[in-house]
């Protein structure tokens, strides 16, 4: 297989995975012109990256800080929201996210002042692994009157799902140390003013690891009375550290480059996890040329290494029996 990601680096097993998508589905309640006031937030300026690979790098999920913008609302500001959206794919760590709302005409000056107060706080907090984090709210007037929005109540439930929705690690490896074990990134998420989904990605090593940690994530969709469906993905791909074909690949890659190969497993998917469920015996490896900020706007290939992948191939085959 082709697909990993470090030129030097020989993964022989990583992670299973499962999506998990709660749905809300509300009645949007008319909305008083007069005393409502309409206005937008935004989560820009960060990262992103790979949800497996980049899991472990403290980075910002856009959809989790929007939450946590939206939650500003408290007890004392009844925020209700018109639209939502945020990530691009499950396997992505969302870099942007924005929520259109209203609030009472009178409670925005406060709102806005949390707002503030929340990006100072997020700069510092993402300040080495998010610099560019930019958080907003922008007051757009007077709501239309027919538009509608979610009503106070059921805001509050989705936001307070969306606040307990698991994101990041959940556990890290006994062994090898440093190696994530489970986790789930949270996005994509699509909304309006009468249903949301929100979708997630949970990757683990372990099978029984895996199945724990989908099934606290959907209980935490179904205390919102939201409604759970959860579709399983690869299963992990368990390493064969003794297998033939590592032994004579790592054979190949000293004759050609004079160095030891970087033998590893990853908290990522890769199509050997399918492939083993169909071929159990089959021997498998993965290698691949340099890519870096994979899922990301910045992702890019280093290309010289791309001929040593090539070299180290033609001579594997050259010589393989």
């Known amino acids: 297989n082709i697909d990993n990601e470090d030129e030097g680096h020989f993964c022989i097993g990583c992670a299973g995975g499962t999506t998990v998508e709660a749905a809300f589905e509300m009645t949007p309640e008319p909305v008083d012109a007069a005393a409502w ?8 300026g960060l990262r992103g990256g790979h949800s497996g690979g980049d899991i472990d790098k403290h980075r910002g999920n856009a ?8 939650a500003l609302g408290r007890e004392d500001i009844p925020v209700r929201l018109a639209g939502c959206g945020g990530g691009t ?6 870099a942007e996210a924005a929520a259109d709302m209203v609030l009472p005409a ?51 439930r989705f936001v307070r799902m969306l606040l307990a929705w698991p994101c990041g690690i959940a556990e890290m490896c006994a062994a090898p140390r440093g190696l994530v074990e489970t986790s789930n990134n949270v996005g994509p998420l699509a909304g309006d003013g ?13 099978v029984s690891g895996l199945a724990a940690h989908v099934r606290s994530i959907q209980a935490v969709g179904l205390l919102a009375s939201a409604a759970v469906t959860c579709t399983p993905g690869n299963p992990p791909w368990q390493p064969e550290p003794a297998s033939d074909l590592l032994k004579q690949m ?25 492939f083993r469920v169909t071929y159990p015996d089959m021997e498998m490896i993965a290698i691949g040329p340099t890519l870096q900020d994979v899922h990301s706007p910045r992702e890019r290939l280093h290309l010289p290494s791309v001929a040593k992948v090539w070299d180290l191939l033609v001579e594997f085959l050259r010589t393989v029996h």
């Open 37 to 44: 006031r309409a206005g937008k937030i935004a989560v820009a």
């Open 63 to 70: 959809i989790k800080i929007l939450g946590r913008a939206l």
């Open 89 to 94: 794919a499950f396997n992505a760590i969302a």
């Open 106 to 156: 009178s409670q925005t000056a406060k709102f806005q002042e949390r707002i503030r107060q929340l990006q100072l706080d997020l700069k510092a907090e993402f300040a080495q692994s998010d610099p560019g984090v930019l958080l907003t709210y922008t007051p757009s007037g007077k709501p239309a009157a027919e538009a509608g929005a979610m009503s106070v109540a059921d805001t509050r």
């Open 194 to 206: 009468q249903s949301i989904r929100l979708t997630s990605l949970a990757r683990s090593l372990s």
């Open 250 to 274: 790592s054979a190949s890659y000293r004759r050609v480059f004079g160095a030891e190969p970087v033998v590893e497993v990853i908290h990522a998917g890769l199509e050997c996890a399918l």
